[in-house]
C-alpha cells in the first residue's frame, strides 16, 4: 500500500508590485483574487484514491489535472457544474511528486501531492 502525503497548497491572496523607470514617477499596483469564492481541496485515504473537490466555478473552461514532476499530465477533466468530486486511482503512480492542479479562465491553483510506499 502506498502513502500519500499532501504537503502543500499554493494560492496567491494579494499580490503587490511597484515599477519606477528612469524620470518616472512610481506606479503601484494591487491585484486582488482574495475575493474568488472557489473552493479547491484535494483529500486521499488509504485506498490509493485521491479526491478532488471543485465548488464555485462560474467559468465555461474550468480543468483540473494530476501533473508529474516532468510536467506530463497524468489525468485531466473539465469541470462541468458549480460544485464537482472527482475520483483519481492513484495505485498505478510511482512513488514521487505530483501536482494537482485547477485552471479557470481568471486563475490557476496548485496543490502538491507526495505519493510514498
Do not use: C, H
Amino acid at each position: 500500500m502506498k502513502k500519500l502525503t499532501i504537503i502543500a497548497a499554493l494560492l496567491i491572496g494579494n499580490i503587490a508590485m511597484s515599477y519606477s523607470g528612469v524620470g518616472e514617477p512610481t506606479k503601484n499596483i494591487l491585484v486582488d483574487s482574495s475575493k474568488s469564492e472557489i473552493q479547491f481541496d484535494i483529500e486521499s485515504n488509504k485506498s490509493n484514491v485521491l479526491t478532488v473537490l471543485v465548488k464555485g466555478v462560474e467559468e465555461n473552461f474550468t480543468s483540473i489535472a494530476l501533473i508529474d514532476q516532468r510536467g506530463k499530465s497524468i489525468y485531466y477533466a473539465y469541470v462541468k457544474t458549480n460544485s464537482e468530486t472527482f475520483q483519481i486511482d492513484l495505485s498505478e503512480l510511482t512513488p514521487g511528486k505530483y501536482y494537482v492542479k485547477l485552471n479557470t479562465d481568471s486563475e490557476i491553483r496548485m496543490k502538491t501531492l507526495i505519493v510514498e510506499r
